[in-house]
């Protein structure tokens, strides 16, 4: 396992279980108005942490993913969607341990 991968999947791992819980808190903010303001403060950092710091680290490991084993651009693409999508990052980031480690066999 190289170096690019490892980054590639931890910030694969952070980024979106960052995204899950921030996506779970909006459930709780429609279930109830109380709940969603004693953990405000929990949305707010989560939300500023991933948008600011862990998806453009993210990024950074998914150009570097493509850029080292030669990848296609729809496949960037997709990695740079799943900063956005709530699972899709989980799903990307075995995607791609199946399409590098399998080939070597």
Not at 60 to 82: D, E, T
Request: proline fraction near 2%; hydrophobic fraction near 50%; charged fraction near 15%.
């Amino acid at each position: 396992m190289d170096a690019s991968y490892r980054r590639y999947r931890v910030m694969s791992y952070v980024t979106g279980t960052t995204l899950l819980m921030l996506c779970a808190t909006f459930v709780l903010h429609k279930v109830s108005a109380s709940t969603w303001e004693s953990i405000s403060w929990f949305v707010k950092t989560i939300g500023i942490g991933h948008g600011v710091v862990l998806y453009p680290l993210y990024m950074i490991a998914s150009f570097q993913m493509v850029l080292k084993h030669k990848l296609s651009m729809l496949l960037l693409v997709g990695m740079l969607l799943a900063g956005f999508v709530p699972g899709l990052a989980f799903y990307l980031e075995h995607r791609m341990r199946v399409r590098l480690f399998s080939e070597r066999g």
